[in-house]
């Protein structure tokens, strides 16, 4: 896919429209800003995987 046909996808933070390029370090975000706000939402458990909590038993 060249540039002339990359896809056009909203940012996942902001949601502005960008072209999904291979050039572009930051991608899925479409700027270093949107990737940084979405890290500090991972780190402040704002975003999560759900799954079953495990039962470690006498392990602990």
């Not at 909203?10 to 479409?30: A, L, T, Y």
């Not at 704002?46 to 079953?52: F, G, L, T």
Request: proline share 12%; net charge negative; aromatic share 10%.
């Amino acid at each position: 896919m060249t540039d002339e046909t990359a896809r056009i996808v909203p940012c996942p933070q902001c949601r502005k429209p960008m072209q999904w390029r291979s050039d572009n370090p930051w991608r899925p975000f479409c700027s270093e800003r949107c990737k940084l706000i979405d890290l500090g939402d991972w780190a402040a458990e704002r975003h999560a995987i759900p799954a079953e909590p495990e039962d470690f038993g006498e392990e602990f």
